[in-house]
């Protein structure tokens, strides 16, 4: 599809250093507050409710975020950039659709990822931070999960990039792999930032942790831990089936899927050039 | 004098960062009650108040449920059944959480309810990042209605083509198969034919851009715009600065 331009410049190298820049801040800012949180925890829940751990979690989840975004956003292809609208659009009716018909879960992420198979884990990145954003347009709750959504794009777009779509079976795998980091990270949000969960039956999970004596972070990353894995590992292997089921001519109009060989049976552009040739 | 989209964005979120920061429940009490009041004036109260409960409702009751029922830390004991006990911290925690977070929900809502989105996509620069995220917001609100019908289409297609529903996971399975992916493939054509057409356009191309659409914006504005985000950025460092000195 759109290929880099022929006739205009190309980016300058100083703008590439300047976005890799911002990512790496990106990155650093996410992993930097969770650390933070993490370290600092015991001393401030309980000592009084939206207190300087609530803002910490909100701004530096949020810069990190939005960093993410603006390193990323530019350099998408116009090809993946009309994706990502999609996307959001998918993660909000597939996932109800799921949500209502097949099983209790809230699988909120399946356009993310799906993009992120496509596209690569950048697109990822960008689609999962900028869908929790525009959601909140509805739900301000989501906000301060856009870092969360962020990593689970991004690690997708990795378990594509290395494989782990081509075997059926390893797809729910890489998925219950990204649910735990995406449960551990999100899990300070959750307790600092609302001091609970957003739903009724993980709340019931997280209270009874609670009355086994144990901190409201521990209770609430050992939610995550129980419920985000196989709700990832449900949404990978949607998205597999998704992906299997396009025609090839459009699975391979995407450059990520025919560069890394993303997909099972498609295969690379030297190997295609040469059967193209021979055929020929 | 109507206001420019970024300033009421900048209102809610300051409004709602400051709530944060104060952690007080009188003012978040007060700020609630002043985000209805406004949308009440404004005529959203009848399509903010459904979209705020459904948000709100479940988050209070799984904070009463985290607090209510189980705060190791509480001294006070209300009531007691079993491993789960009742106290008053924890309530009063679970009230003041719910409170607070309701105020910034509300503020946001407030925003979001009342804000015209051509007016907003316009007032986000045309080109660079603003740009492209100015298309995303725009084109994800415009595409959701669209969507979602086309979903209902294919269901009907299906269902007139002898698809029924029945119990058991594997059914299920199957007949989300086969709404799911004439969906996604229909989506993913789409996608490709609008991005040759921007394309066309040069939508990726740097350079000056014009637009039809004319947001008034004055001086008062852009000055009050950097008051509250100051005013935010300010109680962030006066609560962290509190914390840092043990206070």
Redesign the interface.
């Known amino acids: ?2 290929s880099p ?1 022929l006739t ?1 410049p190309s980016p300058a190298p100083a703008a590439a250093r300047r976005r890799r820049l911002l990512e790496i801040l990106g990155a650093l800012a996410i992993a930097g507050t969770y650390i933070y949180l993490v370290l600092n925890q015991p001393a ?1 829940i ?1 000592g ?5 751990s ?3 979690a ?2 530096g989840f949020l810069v990190g975020a939005i960093l993410l ?2 390193a990323v ?2 350099t ?4 993946t ?6 996307a ?3 993660n ?3 996932g109800q ?2 949500g209502s ?3 209790p879960f809230y699988l909120d992420a399946i356009g993310t990822v ?1 993009i992120a198979v496509l596209a690569g884990p950048a697109a990822g990145a960008a689609t999962g931070a ?1 869908s929790s954003i ?1 959601w ?6 989501v906000l301060p999960f856009a870092a969360g959504a962020a990593l689970i794009g991004c690690l997708a777009g990795l378990a594509a990039r290395y494989g782990l779509f081509r075997r059926f079976y390893l797809a729910p795998v890489a998925g219950f792999a990204t649910g735990i980091i995406g449960g551990v990270v999100s899990a300070p949000v959750a307790a600092f930032v ?7 039956a ?3 999970i ?3 942790f ?4 144990d901190t ?1 972070l521990a ?1 609430i990353t050992k939610q995550a831990l129980i419920s985000d894995p196989m709700d990832k590992a449900i949404v990978f292997t ?1 998205v597999a ?2 992906v299997y ?3 090839r001519r ?1 699975r391979l ?1 995407f450059p990520f899927v025919r560069r890394h060989r993303v997909l099972a049976g498609t295969t690379n552009e030297p190997a295609a050039a040469q059967g193209s040739t021979q055929t020929s | 004098m109507r206001l420019h989209p970024l300033t009421s964005l900048a209102f809610a979120g300051s409004t709602a960062v400051i709530t944060t920061a104060a952690a007080s429940w009188p003012v978040s009490l007060a700020v609630g009650a002043g985000a209805l009041g406004l949308s009440a004036a404004g005529g959203t109260a009848r399509r903010l108040v459904p979209a705020a409960a459904a948000v709100l409702v479940p988050l209070g009751l799984s904070l009463l449920i985290v607090h209510g029922l189980s705060f190791p830390e509480g001294r006070t004991v209300l009531a007691q059944f079993g491993p789960a006990r009742v106290t008053a911290e924890g309530l009063a925690f679970a009230g003041e959480r719910a409170a607070q977070l309701s105020a910034a929900v509300l503020a946001l809502l407030v925003f979001s309810f009342s804000v015209n989105v051509p007016d907003l996509v316009a007032a986000l620069a045309s080109r660079g990042v603003h740009g492209r995220f100015g298309f995303v917001l725009a084109s994800t609100l415009t595409l959701l209605p669209a969507i979602t019908a086309q979903a209902g289409r294919i269901r009907q297609a299906q269902e007139s083509r002898g698809l029924v529903i029945r119990r058991g996971l594997l059914h299920k399975v199957a007949a989300f198969r086969l709404q799911a992916i004439p969906l996604v493939l229909s989506l993913v054509e789409d996608a490709g034919t609008r991005a040759a057409a921007l394309e066309a356009r040069g939508f990726s191309s740097p350079g000056p851009r014009t637009s039809y659409r004319e947001v008034p914006d004055s001086a008062i504005q852009r000055l009050l715009r950097m008051l509250l985000l100051a005013a935010a950025a300010a109680a962030v460092v006066w609560r962290l600065w509190l914390a840092g000195t043990g206070g």
């Open positions: 599809m759109s331009s205009l401030d309980t009084g409710p939206g207190s300087a609530a803002l910490i909100l701004s975004i603006v956003l530019p998408l292809p116009a090809s950039l009309v994706l990502i609208p999609v959001l659009v998918l909000i009716v597939l659709f799921v018909t097949l099983v799906l900028l525009v909140s347009f509805f739900n301000p709750t609302f001091g609970g969960t957003s739903g009724v993980t709340g019931a997280v209270s009874a609670r009355s086994m004596g409201l209770a949607v089936v998704l089921a396009l025609p459009t109009q």
